[in-house]
């Protein structure tokens, strides 16, 4: 077994969790994105990350706004939906109990 696979998976499994955490803060662009990800050690590609937002607006937890742009054309920014709020919500819910799981885990056996 590779152990870059399982990391990768692993990314994988948390990117939209750590894709609606950074836009519950603020409305961002894809770049910007991708950016505070790769700041986070979270290496993510626009040929990932696109898909991904197209999906999660397309199940109601994002939406998107025009801004014009000092640097060229309009720029989409995301920000979360009511709906991506309490979904959102539901997720740190089950972050928490997967955490305690594996510290209990890693602690008592």
């Not at 836009?23 to 770049?31: D, N």
């Not at 898909?51 to 199940?59: A, D, E, H, I, Q």
Request: aromatic share 10%; glycine share 4%; with cysteine.
């Amino acid at each position: 077994m590779n152990v870059e696979n399982v990391k990768s998976q692993m990314r994988k499994g948390t990117l939209e969790y750590c894709i609606l955490l950074l836009l519950e803060k603020e409305p961002a662009y894809t770049s910007d994105i991708i950016q505070k990800l790769q700041d986070a050690r979270l290496i993510v590609v626009e040929g990932t990350l696109y898909p991904l937002l197209t999906r999660l607006k397309n199940s109601g937890l994002l939406d998107y706004q025009w801004i014009e742009s000092t640097q060229g054309p309009p720029r989409k920014y995301y920000r979360l939906t009511e709906n991506g709020a309490v979904f959102l919500k539901e997720l740190e819910v089950s972050w928490q109990e997967l955490n305690n799981t594996i510290n209990h885990i890693m602690n008592n056996y």
